[in-house]
């Protein structure tokens, strides 16, 4: 079994295929069994989907669009044209991708993309080591719920949601066969080799909490009867602005004032799973990026540039150990809320997971929501989070 990451620091696309594919040719390995490209919408991505196609010859191509670019063994990439690759050679292994338009019924699609993408694995009704998943956001719930009816719910479900640089909606999403800009891929992983991954946040409570008691989706109206966005603003410090006269983002504001549910505690600590506020509307509303529900009980959560730097970091560190410390490859999935609260210091993120992955292949996307496996649970999605999934060494 064999891993290796390429970047392309070409800034188009037919130069950046062109480097990627001579990079992985280079290894000599023949065709890859498993290609995950993830790249910034300064380039086009039906240009970039056609032109892997052709170039690469993969069958289970994996594409998404990262917010401004990519990280990875090489270094950090986020000028906006970013492009990197993750090859997997693996004999022993089996890899199937699939994608779909999203629609009207994002969970039906999912099973629909699960059951297709087995198929194309040559390993229907069984259960994958892993899905990895580019997705759309919007409705990341029903996404997981529906590849669990699929894979069982146990299997581990890592990835992203697909971004763009300005949450303009510019973001993209392919498969083998097609690209779509409200879409899924997933691709269903048997590798020959263990896997472990680690899925966590750079945030801790601050003490304040409450209970939604009125939400619609993923717009939350009141918190202990309260204007959501006030509760916000209260318990931020006034960090997190109210509307005036109309509704306006708060996304760049609460990048470091989060709300945080509890999932479960582990070793007496508990975990929270985060949901971005992203608008802030005039009736006192929030918007979130992840879906909550009434009666759940909302932890305002806090970060700082150093947590966020330096949990990457950890996370890296804690996938090597449950691993044995004896990995080949690893993929890593880093908000690109994160990413832009903390881009000019984005070098130091990347050289604190190569100091913990060691020379191996790795590469990291900047998601718009990110989807995991908290320690002892199935998979979640949250926002701000940071996945780490590591593939065991061949010995291990």
């Given at each position: ?8 620091t070409?800034g ?12 992985i ?6 065709t890859?069994?498993?290609v995950?490209?993830?790249?910034g919408?300064?380039?086009d ?17 994996h594409?998404g669009?990262?917010c ?12 906006g ?10 004999a022993?292994g089996s890899?199937?991708?699939s994608?779909v ?8 699609a999912?099973?629909r993309a ?5 198929e194309h ?8 080591e892993?899905?990895?998943?580019t997705?759309a956001?919007?409705?990341e ?6 590849l ?6 146990d ?11 300005d ?20 691709t269903?992983l048997f ?9 966590q ?7 304040a909490n ?8 993923r717009?939350?109206f009141?918190?202990?009867?309260r204007?959501?966005?006030?509760v ?9 602005s ?25 070793a ?13 509307h005039?009736?006192?509303a ?5 879906s909550?529900?009434?009666?759940d009980?909302?932890w305002?959560m ?7 730097v330096?949990?990457?970091?950890r ?22 809320g ?11 993120v ?16 900047f998601?718009?929501g990110?989807?995991g496996?908290?320690?002892g649970?199935?998979?979640k ?6 996945s780490c999934t ?7």
């Amino acid at each position: 079994m064999h891993f290796f990451s390429a970047q392309s620091t070409a800034g188009t696309v037919s130069g950046g295929v062109a480097e990627i594919a001579a990079q992985i040719e280079s290894c000599g390995f023949g065709t890859p069994d498993f290609v995950a490209l993830h790249f910034g919408v300064g380039l086009d991505a039906a240009e970039l989907h056609d032109a892997a196609r052709s170039a690469l010859g993969v069958t289970a191509l994996h594409g998404g669009s990262s917010c401004l670019g990519i990280m990875g063994a090489a270094g950090v990439d986020i000028g906006g044209s970013g492009l990197g690759a993750f090859a997997i050679w693996d004999a022993k292994g089996s890899f199937g991708t699939s994608s779909v338009d999203l629609g009207d019924n994002a969970e039906a699609a999912a099973q629909r993309a699960g059951l297709a993408a087995l198929e194309h694995a040559g390993r229907p009704g069984e259960i994958p080591e892993m899905v990895w998943i580019t997705v759309a956001p919007g409705c990341e719930e029903q996404v997981i719920a529906g590849l669990r009816s699929v894979v069982g719910a146990d299997t581990l479900i890592v990835g992203g949601s697909s971004a763009d640089n300005d949450v303009s909606g510019k973001w993209a999403q392919f498969g083998p066969d097609a690209l779509h800009s409200n879409g899924l891929v997933i691709t269903v992983l048997f590798p020959s080799v263990p896997v472990a991954s680690v899925y966590q946040s750079g945030y801790a409570p601050t003490g304040a909490n409450g209970v939604v008691t009125r939400v619609e989706g993923r717009r939350v109206f009141e918190i202990d009867h309260r204007p959501a966005s006030e509760v916000l603003h209260d318990w931020s410090g006034g960090a997190v602005s109210l509307a005036d006269e109309e509704p306006h983002s708060i996304l760049a504001e609460a990048t470091l004032w989060p709300l945080g549910r509890v999932t479960r505690q582990v070793a007496g600590v508990p975990f929270h799973l985060l949901a971005h506020p992203a608008v802030a509307h005039t009736d006192g509303a929030i918007d979130l990026f992840a879906s909550v529900f009434e009666g759940d009980r909302l932890w305002q959560m806090q970060g700082s540039a150093d947590s966020l730097v330096a949990r990457a970091g950890r996370v890296a560190a804690q996938s090597r150990q449950n691993a044995g410390n004896r990995i080949s490859g690893a993929l890593v999935v880093y908000c690109g809320g994160c990413m832009l609260a903390v881009r000019d210091r984005m070098e130091e993120v990347s050289a604190g997971i190569k100091a913990e992955l060691g020379d191996i292949p790795w590469l990291g996307v900047f998601t718009f929501g990110e989807q995991g496996a908290p320690a002892g649970d199935v998979a979640k999605h949250g926002n701000l989070m940071i996945s780490c999934t590591v593939f065991s060494a061949d010995d291990v």
